[in-house]
């Protein structure tokens, strides 16, 4: 059975519950272009705690619950 108490959202994910939020809207709101959105996403970068930090305070998941 899946914990969903302690169950890590990825940002896709998150992007999803935000109104289907692309990856446009999020580069907007971090500052990122949507190609370092995607590059982020799929591996290619690094997500900085900067960013982590504010996806965490807009979307109002703990950031110790988002996987990346």
Not at 41 to 66: C, D, F, M, N
Request: no cysteine; aromatic share 8%.
């Amino acid at each position: 059975m899946i914990d969903l108490q302690n169950r890590k959202f990825t940002i896709p994910e998150i992007r999803f519950l935000e109104n289907q939020m692309s990856q446009q809207e999020l580069g907007e709101l971090l500052g990122l272009s949507q190609y370092q959105i995607w590059a982020r996403e799929t591996g290619k970068q690094k997500w900085l705690l900067e960013e982590v930090a504010k996806i965490s305070e807009y979307s109002g998941i703990p950031i110790t619950r988002i996987a990346v």
